[in-house]
């Protein structure tokens, strides 16, 4: 039974059932997605910490990760002051471990 069968019926019980597993099933995706981003950002930090001086790219194919995404990360370790960044001529970027 869903939330729209049991609302249609008059099953309030049901409705509410329906509606606390939806809730419950939307917070386990963001909790997961939370877990994941953090996972991402520890591996970011071990590759970068073990191989100072690194490209987004080269990040991205050690941690397993897009390109796209690992920038994401590494400009976000780098506003929250994790990682420090060097712009070289051609605009490429290079990240380096915060000591």
Known sequence: ?????ASLQGDLVGVSTA?????CTAGL?????????LLLSQKI???VGNHPEVT????ARAVGC???TARVGL???????FLSRRQLHGG????????
């Open 45 to 47: 930090l071990v590759w």
């Open 1 to 5: 039974m869903n939330a729209a069968t």
């Open 92 to 99: 490429v970027r290079r990240y380096s471990l915060v000591t």
């Open 66 to 68: 897009s390109s796209p």
């Open 29 to 37: 995706f963001v909790a997961s997605r939370k877990q994941q981003d």
């Open 19 to 23: 509606l606390c597993l939806c809730l």
């Open 75 to 81: 400009d976000r370790l780098t506003k929250e002051g």
């Open 56 to 59: 987004a790219g080269q990040v």
